[in-house]
């Protein structure tokens, strides 16, 4: 099994593509904190958000129900999905039901938690990713490294390259604005071509039983306008009481997430266009179950800003694909192992567990605190290696015994400095594979302590 | 069971404590939200042109380069004439690609983010106008500026089968490096004019 670690060393092994990516994220972490800054009442903002969050959650079955309803009176057809399969399925007779072989998408992770593209692929639709970053990963044939950022891992040489071969520009051009340009005349011919636009959903809220979509680049509003039909996708966790509370949560997003003070534009859907059809599909796919786990209900707060990816020490020099999971950095190692602990549970080890990501979040969510209760869970389950196990059982003994630890002490000053190297960082001991120990000291604390006239 | 009634049903079954709604909070107040304004829009890459009086807005219009020189201008503004385009004749809203200006009324601008609220009504026949333009002008009385988005928000109001959207500025991207590129996929510059 191959987990963090093992997929960040290819990553890692680019000094100098690490260093990179690490300031790219910063750089917008620094956008961040100005705009933060900006703000008197951030605080009172966040406390808020999380507020909202916690109280729908506790009522989040009544408030769908209402959202259901006034979004049915709005001429919306909803849909509940309980898993990714009955999403892509739902999503796939409506389409086609309406003849639809190509479709325009703005960014939906919840489309790629559900990996709906290839299915609708399989089945003969054209599926057109219309984000500028997420078009030229589906160019590539990957998946997005980033949340906001899709292709935050790429340099410009290399989009120019790709743009080269698929759409047709100057060899070697790798100015970022031509090669928008260029993606923007390719996506505009593709926006004039389908007959359907699916887009995500940053907020549904169950008092107008209308959905809220954020963009920068206006590709979802195309995608939403021009086709007469429209498919929004959420999680059932997107869902906030009032309009009103659009407010608050419109206020942190963007300052969070890039670095603005608000998205490019924030477009609210309360019905199809005329002679149009909108649908809405609602998804559950595990979310239920999060509801149901006191120590992680409160990741159900997310508002997929990236803010933890952007300041996690981990995310910023491993990359988004080390996670191996749609939502990487501090967020996606608490989803991913709750959807399946064996394959993600390396994740909540990803982490310094320096709690930058929790002092970001804009619904405060105690992610590194998550993290960490997740190791635990992770043990329990005998899902993290033995050797690992084994290291910490040992440890948790002598810890636990003053005796045995000082008497451990001075035997490992007096022992390790005369072991061999090749002992000492043996393949035993990954922790030393680019670290160095400090050199023993030749006494301990404690005896100094003792020394000190008291 | 129906999808609809086991996803409640589990909901239901792992119901966390209840928890209530916070109390509305204390918000930001410019000393000059206009400035305030002007200052945010710009940053995300729109102007600002201060008139007069609505009697200013076909002179005001006239130094705006995009508008001099547009071939096709759709107009939203009471009053305002269009220019080789008859929004109304249009059936299908793909034809609306090749317009080269739209002119729409926003109802209020916000300070703090330079945002401007487009009701679905101001949009005319077809909603896509206001992305599928290659340049944006949106016309905001000065007197609408309000400071904030709670603010924004309290005067809404939510009709059945409605639109309306807050614009900040022109369509833009940093998905390239980062680089900030203006005009991704919607208008390639926003021009608020307050009269």
Same mark, same amino acid.
């Given at each position: 099994?191959?987990?963090?670690?093992?997929?960040?060393?290819?990553?890692?092994?680019?000094?100098?593509?690490?260093?990179?990516?690490?300031?790219?994220?910063?750089?917008?972490?620094?956008?961040?904190?100005?705009?933060?800054?900006?703000?008197?009442?951030?605080?009172?903002?966040?406390?808020?958000?999380?507020?909202?969050?916690?109280?729908?959650?506790?009522?989040?079955?009544?408030?769908?129900?209402?959202?259901?309803?006034?979004?049915?009176?709005?001429?919306?057809?909803?849909?509940?999905?309980?898993?990714?399969?009955?999403?892509?399925?739902?999503?796939?007779?409506?389409?086609?039901?309406?003849?639809?072989?190509?479709?325009?998408?703005?960014?939906?992770?919840?489309?790629?938690?559900?990996?709906?593209?290839?299915?609708?692929?399989?089945?003969?639709?054209?599926?057109?990713?219309?984000?500028?970053?997420?078009?030229?990963?589906?160019?590539?044939?990957?998946?997005?490294? $980033?949340? /906001? @950022?899709?292709?935050?891992?790429?340099? !410009?040489?290399?989009?120019?390259?790709? =743009?080269?071969?698929? &759409? +047709?520009?100057?060899?070697?051009?790798?100015?970022?604005?031509?090669?928008?340009?260029?993606?923007?005349?390719?996506?505009?011919?593709?926006?004039?071509?389908?007959?359907?636009?699916?887009?995500?959903?940053?907020?549904?809220?169950?008092?107008?039983?209308?959905?809220?979509?954020?963009?920068?680049?206006?590709?979802?509003?195309?995608?939403?306008?021009?086709?007469?039909?429209?498919?929004?996708?959420?999680?059932?966790?997107?869902?906030?009481?009032?309009?009103?509370?659009?407010?608050?949560?419109?206020?942190?997003?963007?300052?969070?997430?890039?670095?603005?003070?608000?998205?490019?534009?924030?477009?609210?859907?309360?019905?199809?266009?005329?002679?149009?059809?909108? $649908?809405? /599909? @609602?998804?559950?796919?595990?979310?239920? !179950?999060?509801?149901?786990?006191?120590? =992680?209900?409160?990741? &159900? +707060?997310?508002?997929?800003?990236?803010?933890?990816?952007?300041?996690?020490?981990?995310?910023?020099?491993?990359?988004?694909?080390?996670?191996?999971?749609?939502?990487?950095?501090?967020?996606?190692?608490?989803?991913?192992?709750?959807?399946?602990?064996?394959?993600?549970?390396?994740?909540?080890?990803?982490?310094?567990?320096?709690?930058?990501?929790?002092?970001?979040?804009?619904?405060?969510?105690?992610?590194?605190?998550?993290?960490?209760?997740?190791?635990?869970?992770?043990?329990?389950?005998?899902?993290?290696?033995?050797?690992?196990?084994?290291?910490?059982?040992?440890?948790?003994?002598?810890?636990?015994?003053?005796?045995?630890?000082?008497?451990?002490?001075?035997?490992?000053?007096?022992?390790?400095?005369?072991?061999?190297?090749?002992?000492?960082?043996?393949?035993?001991?990954?922790?030393?594979?680019?670290?160095?120990?400090?050199?023993?000291?030749?006494?301990?604390?404690?005896?100094?302590?003792?020394?000190?006239?008291? | 069971?129906?999808?609809?009634?086991?996803?409640?049903?589990?909901?239901?079954?792992?119901?966390?404590?209840?928890?209530?709604?916070?109390?509305?909070?204390?918000?930001?107040?410019?000393?000059?939200?206009?400035?305030?304004?002007?200052?945010?829009?710009?940053?995300?890459?729109?102007?600002?042109?201060?008139?007069?009086?609505?009697?200013?807005?076909?002179?005001?219009?006239?130094?705006?380069?995009?508008?001099?020189?547009?071939?096709?201008?759709?107009?939203?503004?009471?009053?305002?004439?269009?220019?080789?385009?008859?929004?109304?004749?249009?059936?299908?809203?793909?034809?609306?690609?090749?317009?080269?200006?739209?002119?729409?009324?926003?109802?209020?601008?916000?300070?703090?983010?330079?945002?401007?609220?487009?009701?679905?009504?101001?949009?005319?026949?077809?909603?896509?106008?206001?992305?599928?333009?290659?340049?944006?002008?949106?016309?905001?009385?000065?007197?609408?500026?309000?400071?904030?988005?709670?603010?924004?928000?309290?005067?809404?109001?939510?009709?059945?089968?409605?639109?309306?959207?807050?614009?900040?500025?022109?369509?833009?991207?940093?998905?390239?490096?980062?680089?900030?590129?203006?005009?991704?996929?919607?208008?390639?510059?926003?021009?608020?004019?307050?009269?």
């Amino acid at each position: 099994m191959t987990g963090h670690p093992e997929q960040a060393a290819a990553f890692v092994a680019n000094e100098d593509r690490t260093h990179w990516h690490d300031q790219s994220l910063w750089f917008v972490r620094s956008k961040r904190d100005r705009q933060a800054s900006s703000i008197p009442e951030w605080e009172a903002l966040r406390e808020a958000a999380s507020a909202i969050k916690t109280h729908t959650l506790s009522r989040l079955a009544d408030y769908l129900e209402e959202f259901e309803r006034n979004a049915t009176a709005n001429g919306i057809q909803v849909h509940w999905a309980r898993d990714a399969a009955e999403h892509n399925a739902i999503v796939h007779q409506i389409l086609s039901s309406h003849g639809v072989t190509k479709l325009v998408k703005s960014k939906s992770m919840l489309t790629e938690e559900c990996h709906l593209n290839p299915y609708l692929e399989a089945r003969g639709i054209e599926v057109i990713d219309t984000d500028l970053g997420e078009r030229i990963v589906q160019l590539r044939k990957e998946p997005p490294s $980033h949340i /906001v @950022m899709p292709a935050i891992h790429l340099k !410009r040489q290399e989009i120019g390259d790709l =743009f080269h071969i698929e &759409l +047709g520009t100057e060899k070697g051009a790798s100015d970022p604005k031509y090669l928008t340009e260029a993606a923007r005349i390719h996506l505009r011919g593709k926006f004039m071509g389908a007959q359907a636009g699916l887009t995500g959903v940053n907020f549904a809220v169950a008092e107008t039983g209308g959905v809220v979509v954020c963009t920068n680049e206006g590709n979802a509003d195309m995608g939403a306008s021009l086709p007469s039909l429209h498919i929004a996708c959420m999680g059932i966790e997107k869902l906030i009481p009032r309009a009103a509370d659009l407010a608050i949560f419109l206020r942190l997003l963007a300052r969070s997430g890039t670095g603005q003070p608000i998205t490019g534009y924030t477009s609210h859907f309360n019905g199809p266009l005329r002679g149009g059809e909108m $649908h809405v /599909v @609602m998804v559950d796919n595990g979310r239920s !179950r999060i509801l149901g786990q006191e120590t =992680f209900r409160r990741s &159900l +707060g997310c508002i997929r800003c990236g803010a933890c990816m952007n300041t996690c020490p981990v995310y910023r020099r491993s990359g988004g694909y080390s996670y191996g999971y749609t939502v990487p950095g501090p967020i996606g190692s608490i989803l991913a192992p709750q959807r399946d602990p064996e394959k993600y549970g390396s994740l909540p080890f990803a982490s310094s567990l320096c709690g930058s990501c929790t002092d970001v979040c804009p619904v405060k969510i105690d992610l590194h605190h998550q993290l960490l209760a997740f190791r635990k869970v992770l043990v329990d389950l005998k899902v993290v290696p033995l050797a690992k196990r084994l290291s910490m059982a040992v440890t948790g003994f002598i810890l636990a015994r003053p005796a045995l630890y000082r008497m451990g002490g001075g035997l490992m000053r007096a022992i390790v400095p005369r072991l061999p190297r090749g002992l000492v960082y043996g393949r035993w001991n990954p922790w030393g594979i680019q670290r160095e120990l400090p050199p023993m000291p030749k006494q301990s604390f404690r005896d100094l302590i003792d020394k000190e006239p008291s | 069971m129906s999808s609809r009634n086991a996803i409640l049903e589990a909901l239901r079954q792992n119901v966390p404590p209840p928890a209530s709604l916070p109390a509305p909070i204390t918000t930001i107040r410019y000393a000059d939200p206009i400035k305030q304004f002007e200052e945010t829009l710009i940053g995300a890459g729109g102007a600002l042109v201060r008139g007069s009086g609505a009697q200013d807005l076909a002179c005001e219009l006239s130094k705006i380069e995009v508008y001099a020189s547009a071939a096709k201008i759709a107009s939203l503004v009471p009053g305002l004439p269009s220019r080789d385009v008859d929004l109304n004749a249009i059936q299908d809203p793909h034809e609306l690609e090749g317009i080269d200006v739209a002119v729409i009324p926003g109802k209020f601008g916000v300070a703090e983010n330079a945002a401007v609220w487009i009701p679905g009504e101001a949009l005319g026949p077809h909603r896509a106008i206001f992305v599928i333009v290659q340049h944006l002008i949106l016309v905001v009385p000065d007197s609408e500026i309000v400071h904030n988005l709670q603010q924004a928000y309290e005067r809404l109001e939510w009709k059945p089968n409605s639109f309306g959207t807050f614009i900040s500025g022109p369509s833009k991207t940093a998905d390239i490096e980062q680089s900030l590129v203006i005009g991704a996929h919607g208008a390639r510059s926003c021009t608020v004019i307050l009269l």
